[in-house]
């Protein structure tokens, strides 16, 4: 066995191990913390294949960003995982048989002589040198300079649309300029007045009380 | 490829739009809701300034640019401009109905600018990734136009409805190009139908690739058995967008279409005629006949863009130069009086009533004949009544498919218009033979907006009797660009 072989069969054991506990761990937060190894494994796959940039991607996008801020949400939020975990045996029979469908369907299709996969032969090794990075990027900035710019357009139309339905202003809003606020004085908000005192109302419970009722 | 061989030119206006709307958009934010109409003016500046250099670097023969991803032909400087007049034309006529409906606010014209801008990529790619990338900017524009009048709920549901089946729709199509990809192995237009020709491509992969983007294409154009969602989105879309989805769009559909299926799946146009058949048929059908159950003007309309759509595919089925020059023709015609009619239901909306229903129309005669007259020019020019245009428009049409042989399929497109004359003329006799039910005159609106719809109902009038200038521009677009690259 190879050396590589080895590691993939290493990285294999570890993700298959980590994706199984992220659905039986019974702390959430744990759940999450395997799901975080199971991208870091995977992104060691990615390695061995050579695509170091979407290694990198894969690290810096999920684990850094997507499970971090899943993670607080989980923290944040006080969610009742046990009761979401009731009806995982009940459902286990239909969860399990279609499970098993897509794994009949995907050993099929992989083993059909139709869809030919040893035709496909092994991609050539990369030289050492060799920069997946610059090459995307040369890629992205001179063959699809022109869908790469329209994409931007895209995410600003996006960032326009959804400004543009959101925010209005509303009479009941409670936004306070900040500058208005720091220059107001007492004047402004307090007047002293001068009033004569009101004589004491005798029984005024009672009254009160008569007047809810008539209403 | 290096920056040297980078050639910007063919795609001078897109850079130009792009750069207004980004001024615009900033612009605006310092405006208070008194200077609105700078934000307008300047809008109205951009289209102009587009349409000047789209005419001055316009060419005779297609070039290509951004690695084979760009094309500017003739057919694409032609549907732009008619985009250019349509968008113009809209952003005249909905002034007054979104200010007096609270809407009069810088979105509106940076939102329909980026639709615009959507519409030119979509119009100008050679590729199916930008041609997915510009329907997905008209697209987003348009839902979110669809929605800007938060409060009514009518709007919000036609762009929740909008929204999803576009969503939809824009799958179906993605799914077929991701097989028409793995079956040639390119997204080039070129490519693809060099592939397809010289045998070395998955024929099945291909045709299966066909059928869902036949059905995208379908969704997009409003065709039966895909068109659910144009009655509710015309309906519950404020007028001044149910114009801007009812123009230009159908130009940059169009031209969609010819991209995808005659230029780049021109090898399998026996496999796609006989679904765009049954396209045309049903859309003419369904169309003609539930619009005449319409009392709602807007929904009525609808069905007969559904109809016109109908008509717009015949031309497109026929795979002749000569009937991609008439849907050409037919297309830049629709626009037109899809302007009109639209417009002269903008001009009869008050503050706070909209003119929806046929009964809104009642004793419009008596009210104001100039309007009246008008709307009966638009009404008898999309029944196809001459000298109207739009009687040039289906002959032509028609005259293609009797070309490739399909007789009977013109004899059915004869006979859904002839159905399809029938709410038409009720338009024109409600307008002209019954009583008013109100005394409310008619509202008064700016100058600039009287002067355009006359010019623009006109125009059908117009080139009802003098057609041969357009057509044959449209004829010499189509020859043009239709070379394979």
């Keep these: 066995m190879s050396f590589q072989a080895f590691v993939f069969y290493v990285l294999s054991a570890i993700l298959v191990f980590a994706g199984v506990r992220v659905i039986t761990a019974k702390n959430p937060v744990h759940a999450a913390l395997f799901l975080v190894l199971a991208f870091f494994t995977a992104s060691g796959h990615w390695l061995l294949l050579q695509s170091e940039f979407l290694a990198i991607s894969l690290v810096l996008v999920y684990v850094g960003a997507v499970m971090v801020l899943f993670l607080f949400v989980v923290m944040m939020l006080d969610i009742d995982f046990e009761q979401l975990r009731e009806g995982f045996w009940r459902n286990l029979p239909v969860a399990g048989t279609v499970a098993a469908i897509m794994v009949a369907e995907m050993v099929l299709i992989l083993t059909s002589p139709e869809s030919n996969l040893n035709g496909f032969k092994e991609p050539a090794a990369l030289a050492a040198d060799y920069s997946n990075v610059k090459d995307l990027g040369r890629q992205i900035y001179t063959t699809y300079l022109y869908p790469f710019e329209l994409a931007a357009v895209l995410l600003l139309l996006a960032i326009v649309a959804a400004i543009a339905l959101t925010m209005r202003k509303r009479k009941d809003t409670k936004w306070v300029d900040p500058a208005e606020q720091v220059k107001v004085r007492r004047n402004d908000r307090v007047r002293m007045i001068q009033m004569a005192a009101e004589p004491r109302v005798e029984d005024r419970g009672g009254d009160t009380n008569n007047d809810n009722a008539a209403a | ?485």
Aim: proline letters at 3%; hydrophobic letters at 55%.
């Design chain 2, 1 to 485: 490829m290096s920056w040297a061989d980078l050639n910007l030119m063919p795609a001078l206006p897109e850079i130009f739009l792009l750069s207004a709307v980004s001024v615009i958009l900033v612009l605006d934010l310092f405006l208070s809701d008194k200077q609105r109409g700078i934000t307008y003016l300047l809008s109205l500046l951009s289209l102009i300034g587009c349409a000047v250099i789209t005419l001055t670097t316009s060419q005779p023969f297609p070039e290509l640019t951004f690695s084979g991803m760009f094309v500017d032909d003739p057919m694409a400087d032609l549907a732009k401009v008619g985009m250019y007049v349509a968008m113009g034309a809209t952003l005249v006529y909905s002034r007054q109905y979104i200010a007096d409906r609270g809407f009069y606010r810088g979105e509106f014209f940076t939102l329909s600018l980026f639709m615009l801008l959507g519409m030119m990529v979509m119009v100008s790619a050679h590729h199916f990734l930008t041609l997915y990338i510009g329907l997905e900017l008209m697209s987003l524009a348009l839902y979110a136009l669809v929605a800007l009048r938060r409060d009514s709920t009518q709007a919000t549901e036609a762009a929740m409805k909008y929204f999803v089946l576009g969503a939809l729709a824009s799958g179906m199509l993605l799914y077929g190009m991701s097989m028409v990809y793995g079956a040639t192995g390119s997204l080039d237009i070129g490519k693809i139908a060099a592939a397809l020709t010289n045998g070395s491509a998955n024929m099945s992969l291909a045709m299966f690739g066909l059928v869902f983007i036949v059905a995208g294409l379908a969704f997009k154009l409003g065709a039966v058995p895909f068109h659910m969602w144009v009655p509710d989105v015309y309906q519950g879309a404020p007028t001044a967008v149910t114009l801007l989805i009812g123009g230009a769009p159908k130009l940059a559909a169009f031209v969609f279409v010819v991209r995808i299926l005659s230029q780049g799946l021109e090898p399998l146009v026996s496999q796609w005629q006989g679904m765009l058949v049954i396209l045309a048929v049903l859309s003419m059908a369904i169309g003609n006949i539930t619009a005449i159950a319409q009392t709602n003007l807007k929904r009525m309309l609808a069905y007969s863009t559904i109809s016109h759509m109908g008509f717009l595919v015949l031309g497109i089925l026929a795979g002749t130069p000569a009937g991609l020059s008439a849907s050409l023709f037919y297309a830049v015609v629709y626009v037109l009086m899809s302007l009109a009619g639209f417009g002269v239901l903008l001009l009869l909306s008050r503050a706070g009533v909209d003119c929806e229903t046929l009964d809104d129309l009642k004793g419009l005669n008596r009210k104001n004949s100039w309007y009246a007259f008008l709307m009966l020019v638009v009404m008898f020019s999309m029944a196809g009544i001459p000298p109207m245009v739009g009687f040039n428009a289906k002959l032509a049409v028609l005259k293609s498919v009797v070309d490739i042989g399909l007789i009977w399929l013109a004899v059915v497109g004869v006979v859904f218009s002839l159905i399809g004359a029938f709410y038409y003329l009720r338009v024109v006799k409600v307008m002209y033979f019954d009583e008013a039910t109100d005394a409310e005159p008619v509202s008064q609106v700016g100058m600039d907006m009287r002067v355009l719809l006359s010019v623009n109902a006109i125009a059908l009038l117009v080139l009802g009797i003098v057609p041969d200038g357009l057509y044959s521009v449209c004829v010499e677009a189509m020859k043009q660009s239709l070379q394979v690259l």
